[in-house]
């Protein structure tokens, strides 16, 4: 079957660093996207990996290895307006996205 | 720019009766998704469009239907509904599917099914 995990909840303090670990295992792999969503709001775009390594765009930045089925996200400099869900997806071999449940990151001051 | 909408924000529908969630998208994309999101699980795909004309099943099809007769609108709809179905529904689209092609989201229908 296919499966994407994440930790269901982080919490970091305002100002620091924090790392959002998603594994994976599908059918296929034709990149891999992570989703912001605020509670009670659409997802909105944060980042795509299709090849090994780190991608830096602003505060945050996306990791993928894909020997290792494994991603990260890394937001720098944490804002109260970063606590939000963040959702990993996987784009599998039919090119249908395959969702991950969310992690729920709760900024505190 | 609009991108896309959905109707209603939310409703509450009596067991049994049908209904259907409209989805419209002004950016001229080819392939358009609904999803239904639920506490605990991931977005779950219900029915895909690769573009006017054409639909296909997605992972969790049953009970509901669509319809794409033009680029713009993607309607959702539940002929008889069932508790089970009491979800946040969210349709999407992507220029075309796959290929690493974000996708943008609506705000999303709250549906409760009593």
């Known amino acids: 079957g296919q499966n994407i995990d994440q930790p269901t909840e982080m919490t970091a303090t305002e100002g620091a660093i924090v790392q959002i670990n998603c594994t994976y295992q599908t059918s296929g792999f034709n990149g891999l996207f992570w989703y912001q969503q605020h509670a009670g709001e659409a997802p909105t775009f944060l980042s795509y990996?299709?090849l090994d390594g780190l991608e830096e765009k602003g505060r945050f930045s996306s990791f993928l290895s894909r020997s290792k089925g494994y991603s990260y996200l890394l937001l720098k400099e944490l804002q109260m307006k970063d606590s939000a869900s963040y959702l990993c997806a996987v784009e599998d071999s039919n090119y249908q996205l395959i969702w991950g449940a969310g992690t729920k990151l709760i900024i505190k001051p | 720019t609009a991108g896309i909408t959905q109707a209603p924000t939310s409703q509450i529908l009596a067991a049994g009766r049908s209904m259907t969630l409209r989805c419209t998208q002004d950016m001229r994309h080819n392939a358009m998704y609904w999803y239904r999101q639920d506490l605990g699980l991931g977005l779950r795909l219900i029915h895909y469009?690769?573009?006017?004309?054409?639909?296909g099943k997605g992972e969790v099809p049953d009970g509901y239907s669509v319809s794409r007769a033009n680029t713009d609108d993607f309607p959702l709809t539940l002929a008889s509904a069932v508790p089970s179905q009491t979800s946040v529904y969210f349709c999407?689209?992507?220029?075309?599917?796959?290929?690493?092609?974000?996708?943008?989201f609506g705000p999303g229908t709250r549906l409760t099914v009593l």
């Open positions: 999407a689209s992507s220029v075309t599917r796959g290929q690493g092609n974000e996708q943008f």
């Open positions: 469009s690769n573009t006017a004309g054409t639909t």
């Open positions: 990996n299709v």
